[in-house]
């Protein structure tokens, strides 16, 4: 028989595992599902997304639940020579599965699928119940904890108890999430049948030097296989065009292999690089005329590097991509929601889709979340996203007991297996952060010691898990994806070394709270996180802090809603430095939001910088902490929770252009009790473009000096005709020194902005404008006057006779724009996209000095 599915999806019912009152049980919409959904969706707690409600749900982490389905005869039948397995593909976490009131699986494990066999234990005639009971996994937790006195359960950001679960580590709450401790099938659970199953088609492959021939094996493994009647029929194709077909015999143990070789092979690339090519794999198992199964995969050709070499600088760290270097512009992503089952697949193709709206090529999954789900890799494969995957640690001393080994070694097994055929995975690394936990409490860790048994023994076992363990499974399942210890990671030097491996550069909002401006000089050679905080979009505050008394900055609720420690210090602190202070809702979004987007400005402009020229790459990527957000709240995410985009993202999008121009002027120490008497007298400034572009370009460059006051320039534009170099930087003015005579226009205290516009072909492709720092100096009160606004068939252009800062037009859910949070400067025009939301019948902005009734002033679309 042909293998079949049946998805296990309603019909279940769940309670509370010590409510033994006959009504206790309740329906459970569809599954997948967890319980918070469940009890939600029974009105039995209150949405805790909403307010404070957190705290009212609480108890639920400390309860078991109990999930039952019943299936009434005759649902399935086992025919003889057939097997029925029950596949659940994920229980979360301390699962007991019976069938009919027989065990037939323990599950301890979030990570792992799990197959079980039940044709003995199915009833062919009569009703089959399955039952999967979820115990407490924050008791659990507590409980694996002290049985192990043995190991230090160090633990950053949660309580130690999470150490030891197999589960979503952010479900113990991070500094931007909630504590909801979810339970119940979060992946699907179902019937297959099957005379012989296919299971882990694949290609093993290698490219040629020159990238024009692609040889290896296709293999596969089949279950329930006859070597002596049964065969399988290899079929490799791209666009309805075979390319490679073979039938095989089925070997021992039912593996299969067939040895292949494409000519001028159709690779796949990064998005902006090149096509994301892809091949069609298939597979059908055959017994005689009878087809038994068959698999179909989308699979990529890549050679991935990972390029680490002894420079002027250090060591590199950079990634390159069938012989092209590639600088890694890009975000870190955490779950996409508290509530795992509610994802969808195109909620992750809208979220990757953004990814390339805003020029980003690398996702880094956080280790405190989960091995990310299939349409996640999907879309990154269609899309041309570098994945870059985290095995399931972070910020904990990680124990080393042999259960905890088996089970890490099977979840690390199963994920392999799963991701391998997708070519926009080129990165494993072994933990988030565990490597600071050992700084920070002073774990043993000696870099000369090589000896893995050793390590075991030491107050830093986890070593062995990612020294040795993880290193060896990735080679052993997936040896073309590259393996890194942990991130942050520089062989085995401190973590914060800036000349090896990555970095996360958090003296940024953490640690020393340096100032952004002072990005340039906290690079790394790869900068894996930095972030900083803002609010989202007024629209999304109100949605999640319902009360309008709490709608305020300061509030209860507001500050309840940010998980971040000292988060009113920290963003306070930025604010007060860079800007005029106000306090109400709408003008304290903003000053938030652009705070963050000048951050994203300054850092990723400088660092791309650093990508120099082969043989200099100072700094091989950037990945902004983070892209999103598992619920509303404010956080360091770019996106809010609804998918709608804050101004760093656009300002990331400017700065990751495919063509860019930086700009940077000399910055002198302020709030140091002796400011600058003037901002504008005389200044240093740098003029550079950056390029992902694989050919020279010939480009226009003119550099402007434009009064701040009267909109006027104050000296004559610089401009020049050069060619940018390809797939890096072109340095065109350093340290240039410019002072500005006094005039009856331009007196002593008038300041100016510089500015840099870039064109190809005549098209005006980038800009960039440096402003006298810090804003807050600036008087920018009478910027309104030469604000006009053109509509026409869903865009806007926007002009000003006057330097204007941070222009954010307000975004609803469902809005579309091309750009925001932008600066505009007189001879300019900015021309917006608009798709607007269907409930948006007007469009609300402000900018740096707006007056109230500008910010509320509402066009017509």
Same mark, same amino acid.
């Not at 095995?391 to 099977?410: D, H, K, Q, R, W």
């Not at 999640?544 to 900055?553: A, H, I, L």
């Not at 800007?579 to 850092?603: C, G, K, N, S, W």
């Not at 330097?803 to 469902?814: Q, Y």
């Given at each position: 028989?042909?293998? +079949?599915?049946?998805?296990?999806?309603?019909?279940?019912?769940?309670?509370?595992?010590?409510?033994?009152?006959?009504?206790?049980?309740?329906?459970?919409?569809?599954?997948?599902?967890?319980?918070?959904?469940?009890?939600?969706?029974?009105?039995?707690?209150?949405?805790?997304?909403?307010?404070?409600?957190?705290?009212?749900?609480?108890?639920?982490?400390?309860?078991?639940?109990?999930?039952?389905?019943?299936?009434?005869?005759?649902?399935?039948?086992?025919?003889?020579?057939?097997?029925?397995?029950?596949?659940?593909?994920?229980?979360?976490?301390?699962?007991?599965?019976?069938?009919?009131?027989?065990?037939?699986?323990? +599950?301890?494990?979030?990570?792992?699928?799990?197959?079980?066999?039940?044709?003995?234990?199915?009833?062919?005639? +009569?009703?089959?119940?399955?039952?999967?009971?979820?115990?407490?996994?924050?008791?659990?937790?507590?409980?694996?904890?002290?049985?192990?006195?043995?190991?230090?359960?160090?633990?950053?950001?949660?309580?130690?108890?999470?150490?030891?679960?197999?589960?979503?580590?952010?479900?113990?709450?991070?500094?931007?999430?909630?504590?909801?401790?979810?339970?119940?099938?979060?992946?699907?659970?179902?019937?297959?049948?099957?005379?012989?199953?296919?299971?882990?088609?694949?290609?093993?492959?290698?490219?040629?030097?020159?990238?024009? *021939?692609?040889?290896?094996?296709?293999? =596969?493994?089949?279950?329930?296989?006859?070597?002596?009647?049964?065969?399988?029929?290899?079929?490799?194709?791209?666009?309805?065009?075979?390319?490679?077909?073979?039938?095989?015999?089925?070997?021992?143990?039912?593996?299969?292999?067939?040895?292949?070789?494409?000519?001028?092979?159709?690779?796949?690339?990064?998005?902006?690089?090149?096509?994301?090519?892809?091949?069609?794999?298939?597979?059908?198992?055959?017994?005689?005329?009878?087809?038994?199964?068959?698999?179909?995969?989308?699979?990529?050709?890549?050679?991935?590097?990972?390029?680490?070499?002894?420079?002027?600088?250090?060591?590199?760290?950079?990634?390159?991509?069938?012989?092209?270097?590639?600088?890694?512009?890009?975000?870190?992503?955490?779950?996409?929601?508290?509530?795992?089952?509610?994802?969808?697949?195109?909620?992750?193709?809208?979220?990757?889709?953004?990814?390339?709206? *805003?020029?980003?090529?690398?996702?880094?999954?956080?280790?405190?979340?989960?091995?990310?789900?299939?349409?996640?890799?999907? =879309?990154?494969?269609?899309?041309?996203?570098?994945?870059?995957?985290?095995?399931?640690?972070?910020?904990?001393?990680?124990?080393?007991?042999?259960?905890?080994?088996? *089970?890490?070694?099977?979840?690390?097994?199963?994920?392999?297996?799963?991701?391998?055929?997708?070519?926009?995975?080129?990165?494993?690394?072994?933990?988030?952060?565990?490597?600071? $936990?050992?700084?920070?409490?002073?774990?043993?860790?000696?870099?000369?010691?090589?000896?893995?048994?050793?390590?075991?023994?030491?107050?830093?076992?986890?070593?062995?898990?990612?020294?040795?363990?993880?290193?060896?499974?990735?080679?052993?399942?997936?040896?073309?994806?590259?393996?890194?210890?942990?991130?942050?990671?520089?062989?085995?030097?401190?973590?914060?070394?800036?000349?090896?491996?990555?970095?996360?550069?958090?003296?940024?909002?953490?640690?020393?709270?340096?100032?952004?401006?002072?990005?340039?000089?906290?690079?790394?050679?790869?900068? +894996?996180?930095?972030?900083?905080?803002?609010?989202?979009?007024?629209?999304?505050?109100?949605?999640?802090?319902?009360?309008?008394?709490?709608?305020?900055?300061?509030?209860?609720?507001?500050?309840?809603?940010?998980?971040?420690?000292?988060?009113?210090?920290?963003?306070?602190?930025?604010?007060?430095?860079?800007?005029?202070?106000?306090?109400?809702?709408? =003008?304290?979004?903003?000053?938030?939001?652009?705070?963050?987007?000048?951050?994203?400005?300054?850092?990723?402009?400088?660092?791309?910088?650093?990508?120099?020229?082969?043989?200099?790459?100072?700094?091989?990527?950037?990945?902004?902490?983070?892209?999103?957000?598992?619920?509303?709240?404010?956080?360091?995410?770019?996106?809010?929770?609804?998918?709608?985009?804050?101004?760093?993202?656009?300002?990331?999008?400017?700065?990751?252009?495919?063509?860019? $121009?930086?700009?940077?002027?000399?910055?002198?120490?302020?709030?140091?009790?002796?400011?600058?008497?003037?901002?504008?007298?005389?200044?240093?400034?740098?003029?550079?473009?950056?390029?992902?572009?694989?050919?020279?370009?010939?480009?226009?460059?003119?550099?402007?000096?434009?009064?701040?006051?009267?909109?006027?320039?104050?000296?004559?534009?610089?401009?020049?005709?050069?060619?940018?170099?390809?797939?890096?930087?072109?340095?065109?003015?350093?340290?240039?020194?410019?002072?500005?005579?006094?005039?009856?226009?331009?007196?002593?205290?008038?300041?100016?902005?510089?500015?840099? *516009?870039?064109?190809?072909?005549?098209?005006?492709?980038?800009?960039?404008?440096?402003?006298?720092?810090?804003?807050?100096?600036?008087?920018?009160?009478?910027?309104?006057?030469?604000?006009?606004?053109?509509?026409?068939?869903?865009?806007?252009?926007?002009?000003?006779?006057?330097?204007?800062?941070?222009?954010?037009?307000?975004?609803?859910?469902?809005?579309?724009? !091309?750009?925001?949070?932008?600066?505009?400067?007189?001879?300019?025009?900015?021309?917006?996209?608009?798709?607007?939301?269907?409930?948006?019948?007007?469009?609300?902005?402000?900018?740096?000095?707006?007056?109230?009734?500008? !910010?509320?002033?509402?066009?017509?679309?």
């Amino acid at each position: 028989m042909l293998r +079949s599915r049946q998805n296990l999806r309603s019909g279940w019912s769940f309670k509370q595992h010590d409510d033994d009152d006959p009504g206790a049980w309740l329906p459970v919409e569809t599954v997948p599902s967890q319980v918070h959904i469940d009890l939600l969706a029974n009105k039995r707690i209150p949405d805790p997304f909403v307010g404070i409600n957190e705290q009212s749900v609480q108890w639920v982490a400390e309860k078991s639940w109990q999930y039952k389905l019943r299936l009434p005869a005759p649902a399935i039948h086992c025919p003889e020579n057939t097997s029925t397995d029950l596949v659940f593909e994920g229980l979360d976490t301390f699962a007991t599965v019976t069938l009919n009131g027989g065990e037939i699986l323990k +599950s301890e494990n979030m990570h792992i699928s799990n197959r079980v066999n039940v044709n003995k234990t199915w009833n062919s005639d +009569s009703e089959n119940v399955l039952e999967i009971l979820f115990d407490s996994a924050l008791l659990r937790g507590r409980d694996i904890v002290k049985q192990h006195g043995e190991h230090q359960f160090f633990a950053r950001q949660t309580e130690e108890g999470r150490i030891p679960v197999r589960k979503a580590q952010y479900n113990w709450g991070w500094d931007w999430g909630p504590i909801l401790m979810t339970a119940g099938p979060w992946r699907p659970v179902y019937f297959e049948q099957y005379t012989a199953r296919l299971d882990d088609v694949r290609a093993v492959y290698d490219l040629a030097a020159d990238l024009k *021939s692609c040889s290896g094996r296709l293999m =596969a493994r089949v279950s329930g296989a006859s070597e002596q009647t049964d065969h399988l029929v290899f079929l490799l194709s791209r666009n309805d065009k075979v390319v490679f077909k073979q039938t095989c015999g089925v070997g021992a143990g039912g593996l299969v292999e067939a040895a292949f070789q494409i000519e001028d092979p159709c690779l796949w690339y990064p998005a902006g690089y090149g096509a994301q090519s892809r091949y069609q794999l298939s597979a059908e198992v055959w017994r005689g005329q009878t087809k038994l199964d068959s698999s179909t995969k989308l699979i990529g050709f890549r050679r991935c590097e990972l390029v680490q070499e002894k420079d002027a600088y250090g060591k590199s760290f950079y990634f390159r991509i069938n012989g092209v270097d590639i600088f890694a512009g890009g975000s870190c992503w955490i779950p996409g929601d508290s509530f795992l089952s509610q994802m969808t697949a195109k909620r992750y193709h809208d979220w990757m889709k953004l990814m390339v709206e *805003s020029n980003q090529i690398m996702i880094r999954v956080w280790g405190g979340g989960i091995y990310e789900d299939n349409a996640f890799l999907d =879309a990154c494969d269609e899309l041309g996203i570098l994945v870059w995957q985290d095995f399931a640690f972070a910020c904990g001393n990680y124990p080393v007991y042999t259960p905890f080994l088996e *089970s890490i070694e099977e979840e690390a097994r199963q994920n392999l297996r799963r991701f391998r055929s997708h070519p926009s995975v080129v990165v494993w690394a072994g933990n988030n952060e565990d490597y600071q $936990v050992q700084e920070r409490y002073k774990l043993e860790y000696f870099a000369d010691d090589k000896d893995p048994e050793s390590w075991l023994k030491s107050t830093f076992p986890a070593r062995y898990i990612y020294e040795f363990l993880l290193p060896k499974v990735v080679q052993e399942e997936d040896p073309s994806v590259l393996y890194h210890p942990g991130s942050p990671w520089g062989d085995g030097k401190h973590t914060t070394d800036p000349t090896v491996g990555d970095i996360h550069q958090w003296n940024i909002w953490h640690g020393l709270m340096n100032r952004y401006q002072e990005a340039e000089h906290l690079t790394g050679r790869f900068v +894996s996180e930095f972030g900083m905080e803002a609010y989202p979009h007024l629209q999304t505050t109100r949605r999640m802090v319902t009360s309008p008394r709490e709608q305020r900055p300061g509030s209860l609720t507001m500050d309840y809603r940010n998980k971040a420690v000292d988060h009113e210090r920290r963003m306070m602190t930025y604010v007060a430095e860079n800007f005029q202070v106000r306090y109400d809702l709408p =003008a304290f979004t903003h000053l938030t939001q652009i705070t963050q987007a000048e951050t994203m400005r300054y850092a990723y402009k400088a660092w791309r910088r650093m990508w120099g020229h082969p043989g200099a790459r100072k700094c091989g990527g950037v990945l902004v902490w983070q892209l999103n957000d598992c619920w509303p709240t404010m956080s360091w995410a770019v996106v809010d929770y609804y998918l709608v985009k804050k101004p760093a993202f656009y300002a990331i999008a400017r700065a990751l252009r495919p063509l860019d $121009v930086g700009i940077s002027r000399s910055c002198p120490e302020w709030t140091s009790g002796h400011a600058a008497p003037s901002l504008r007298k005389e200044c240093e400034y740098d003029v550079w473009i950056a390029s992902s572009r694989l050919d020279a370009a010939q480009v226009e460059l003119r550099v402007r000096f434009i009064s701040i006051q009267t909109g006027k320039d104050i000296r004559d534009a610089i401009a020049s005709i050069l060619y940018a170099q390809p797939n890096g930087t072109t340095e065109v003015h350093k340290k240039q020194r410019v002072t500005v005579a006094t005039s009856a226009e331009n007196t002593a205290d008038d300041p100016f902005v510089i500015h840099a *516009s870039l064109a190809l072909n005549g098209e005006l492709v980038a800009t960039d404008t440096a402003w006298p720092e810090p804003l807050k100096y600036l008087d920018l009160n009478d910027r309104h006057v030469g604000l006009e606004i053109y509509q026409s068939r869903g865009k806007i252009s926007m002009s000003s006779r006057l330097p204007i800062k941070g222009l954010v037009l307000e975004e609803t859910e469902g809005m579309k724009l !091309s750009d925001n949070g932008f600066d505009l400067v007189p001879g300019e025009k900015r021309e917006i996209q608009i798709e607007a939301a269907p409930t948006t019948d007007h469009l609300r902005w402000t900018y740096l000095g707006a007056p109230d009734e500008t !910010s509320t002033y509402r066009p017509k679309l």
